[in-house]
Structures are given as C-alpha cells and as structure tokens.
C-alpha cells in the first residue's frame, strides 16, 4: 500500500515534548519529509531525510524512522507549534507523491 | 527569497476548464522540477502532479490523469495547471510548490506559494 497513516489529533502541554508519527509501508524503503501548516496558512517545509532540518526551523524539532514508522519530535513544545503536520513520501514506484492525513497538534 | 505566485483560481461549472499559472523568482526556475498540491476545504495535503526542470518529464495523481495537463515556460519563469473535465470534487486551493532538485530525486517540496482557490459548482 502507497498510504501513509497519521493520528488525526495529538495535544502537548506547554514546554513539554511530543512525537507526531507518520505509518507506511513504503517508509522502509523512501524517507519521509515533514510539513507544518498554520490556520490558514501555506505550509512550511520542517523535516526531511532521517533528521535534517530546512534553514531557519528551530532545532527543537527532530525526526526519524525506524521501519514503517517515521516521526517528527518536538522537544520544548511552543505555543506557535499549533498547526496542522503532514508526512510525506513517495509510492511503490517512486514518481508520485504521497501525504499522510495530517495531525493536528495542540499545545495546552 | 524564493516566491511563488498563483493565479487563475475561480468558480467553474461542472465540465469547464481552467489554468492556473505560478509565477516564480528568486531561484534559477529551470534548474528545479515543481509540483501542484491541492487542498480541498477542511481537508489535508494531496499531491497532484510533477514536472521536471526541463519540462520533459511529467507525473500525474491517478484522480486527475488524462484530465489534467503540467507545463513549464521557463523563459518566463512559469508553471501552470491545465485542468479540463472539471469534477465538483476538485474544488480546492491549489498550491505551487517548489521541489529541491531537476528530477526531484529526493521527492522533497522545500516551498510553496499561497495557493489559488478553485471551486467547481453549478
């Protein structure tokens, strides 16, 4: 299967860490890459490869994968980490793009 | 600072067409594939197609192939979207987004533009 499986909804308390995890058969063999989407915003690239952060997203976010399972750690949760999260990878085939359903993420 | 600008999102009947354009600076547009990404309303990310820098190579999602058409003007540093047979179901915004490489070999998008809203409906 080319899906990816996400939690629909995932909360965090304020200063505290949290793992949003993206579950997929192709992860054993394609990395995924992370998406942060503000209400009403475009998204923002935030995590690729096993744990490789794009120029200017802060270091409190991390990634891995470990089989099927690929997650985006947020260490130090802040307020302006609420938003929605997506994974993305690729199909069987490699050629088309694949994204999660998204977590939405809540900081108490 | 790389910028992607949509436009021609709009109302359409069901069956119409439309094109959607995005107008790019602040990178060298020909040397890197780019994407289409539509969003419906309350609804998340779903991939719609691909071209590589040279505009040679194309990739569609099975929901829009056959009815959908990607293509590049890099001498004006544009990508558009020719969307024909129009489905109430491809309402969405639609959003330009900027791959990390000629082929997209890494399948990563490092930028995206706005989006444009496109709503099919009687």
């Keep these: 299967s080319s899906e990816l499986t996400q939690d629909p909804t995932v909360s965090v308390a304020l200063g505290q860490t949290v ?7 192709n992860l054993r063999r394609f990395y995924a890459s992370w998406y942060q989407q503000k ?4 998204p923002v690239f935030v995590m690729y490869g096993q744990n490789n952060r794009p120029s200017g997203i802060p270091d409190r ?3 891995s994968t470990s089989g099927d399972t690929a997650s985006l750690t947020i260490s130090g949760a802040q307020a302006e980490d609420e938003a929605d999260y997506y994974c993305q990878s690729r199909d069987s085939g490699g050629n088309h793009k694949v994204f999660g359903g998204g977590t939405r993420l809540t900081v108490l | 600072e790389v910028h992607l600008l949509e436009s021609g999102g709009g109302l359409v009947q069901p069956g119409g067409s439309l094109r959607l354009s ?3 600076s602040g990178f060298t547009f020909s040397s890197y594939a780019m994407n289409w990404v539509r969003q419906a309303p309350g ?3 779903a ?4 071209i590589t820098g040279g ?3 194309t990739y569609y999602a099975d929901s829009v192939k056959g009815r959908f058409t990607i293509s590049r003007d890099n001498s004006r540093n544009t990508l558009y979207l020719q969307m024909n047979s129009l489905r109430v179901d491809d309402t969405a915004v639609y959003y330009c987004a900027k791959a990390t490489d000629y082929y997209d070999s890494s399948g990563h998008i490092d930028f995206w533009g706005q989006g444009t809203l496109v ?3 009687s």
């Design chain 2, 47 to 50: 991939w719609v197609s691909t």
């Design chain 1, 61 to 63: 976010f991390s990634g």
């Design chain 1, 39 to 42: 209400a009403g915003q475009a």
């Design chain 2, 55 to 57: 505009g040679d190579t």
């Design chain 2, 22 to 24: 995005c107008t790019a």
């Design chain 2, 43 to 45: 609804k998340g990310l």
């Design chain 1, 19 to 25: 793992r949003i995890t993206c579950q997929g058969d």
């Design chain 2, 119 to 121: 709503t099919v409906s």
